[in-house]
Structures are given as C-alpha cells and as structure tokens.
C-alpha cells in the first residue's frame, strides 16, 4: 500500500505544481482546494487498488526465477504492470515535460527587465518537486521493471534483467524501507516552507519583557512604560 499510496501521490504533486507554473489560468479555474482533495482522494483509491490486484496476483517474478518456470498471465498482471512500469514511465516523463516548461520560461523572461516573483517562485517550486522525486525513485527500478507481465514475455538471458529480478525477489523490502526514508528526508531539503516548519520545533524561544519608562517634561508632565519583547535563541 506505502509503496504505490508513494507514486500516485508524487504523481498528483507534479502536475499540480507543473499546472500551476506552466497553465496558470487554467490552474485558477479548476484547481480549487475541493478539486485537489479529489485528486489526493482519487491516488488514494488507486493506491488502494493496486495494492489489492497486487496481492491477488500470483508473484511469477519469484516463481520464476527460483524454478525457472513460467505461470500464464492474467488480468492482474496487466494492472500491475501499469502500476509498476506505467507509473516510473510517466515519472520520466515529467522531467522532460517540466523541463521543457522551464526553459520556456527562462527563454520567455530573458530578454524582459521585470522580475516576475510569482513565475520564479513557481518555477522553484517545480524543481523542488522534481528534486523530491528523483531520490525515490532511483529504488523502484528493479520492482518498476521485473514484473510479472515481463518475466512471461521476456527471455530469461536478456542483459540486466536477472539481475533486477534477483533485486527484486531478495530486496524488495529493503528497497522499499530505503524509498520510503529517502522520501521522507527529501521533503526537508526540497521544500523550502515544510522545513521551516519543522525546524521551527526544534527552536526555543525565550521571551524577556524589558520595561521601558518615560517621562515627558513640562507642566502635563506625564509617565508611560512601554513592554520591548526580547526574543533569545
């Protein structure tokens, strides 16, 4: 469940981000807070599902590679192949898309005098995102690639794919622990706002009040004090 409840939501956070930089009218016409808890709602769902078609699938990756027999496919090899290799897929293609995106933007504002805040912010934002993808998902090319759907089509003797199936059968677990700590350790690195709010637990902050006294001269001579707060890291 944590490993495709992972891509669907790194899914959903590209083509927000990239919307929001790339199609900005479009982005402030649909993508309202209850259209983006949707989609969120909708990964879920597919997470949900996949991880059901997965465990009822039979695990021909392991069958075949301790006996070195096949096993017939069926429907849901075909499902785990979309959620396996469909999904690293559509993370490569993000990079060309986003990219793309980028340098159109660069190319677009070269030859301008104003500063557009709100593109370089987003433009930030996009690089982000794809810096918190890339980590991740270097440990989910052996699963991405050794599927059932492959090992029944596949010759045995193809280059490298022995080798992923061997990852895949003995590994995975350690694969997916990996992902998923190095997942959780980028979101401090790439976004700028989620780390501040997490070191700003960290932080303690003594606060001093120092009273202030004045004194004006003259007949309506009067007497204030005013509170300076004084913050001590």
Not at 17 to 46: D, M, Q
Not at 60 to 79: C, H, I, R
Not at 121 to 142: C, E, R
Request: proline share 3%; charged share 15%; net charge positive.
């Amino acid at each position: 469940m944590c490993a495709y409840d992972y891509r669907f939501l790194a899914i959903n956070l590209v083509i927000i981000t990239y919307i929001n930089f790339s199609l900005p009218v479009f982005a402030k016409n649909y993508l309202r807070t209850r259209n983006v808890v949707l989609l969120f709602i909708f990964g879920h769902l597919l997470a949900a599902a996949f991880s059901f078609i997965t465990a009822y699938s039979e695990n021909q990756v392991e069958f075949y590679y301790t006996n070195g027999k096949t096993v017939p496919v069926d429907w849901s090899d075909y499902f785990e192949a979309f959620g396996d290799t469909g999904t690293f897929i559509i993370f490569i293609s993000f990079y060309a898309v986003c990219f793309h995106a980028i340098m159109a933007f660069q190319k677009r504002h070269k030859s301008t005098t104003t500063i557009n805040q709100r593109g370089n912010h987003l433009k930030s934002q996009v690089l982000a995102i794809l810096f918190y993808i890339t980590p991740p998902n270097i440990f989910i090319i052996p699963s991405s690639f050794s599927t059932d759907l492959f090992t029944a089509f596949l010759p045995w003797d193809l280059p490298i794919y022995r080798e992923m199936c061997y990852l895949k059968v003995h590994y995975y677990e350690i694969f997916l622990a990996g992902r998923l700590f190095v997942a959780s350790f980028t979101i401090l690195i790439a976004f700028v706002d989620y780390r501040n709010a997490v070191l700003s637990l960290f932080r303690r902050k003594n606060v001093v009040n120092i009273v202030i006294s004045t004194s004006a001269i003259g007949p309506a001579a009067t007497r204030s004090n005013s509170t300076v707060k004084v913050h001590n890291q």
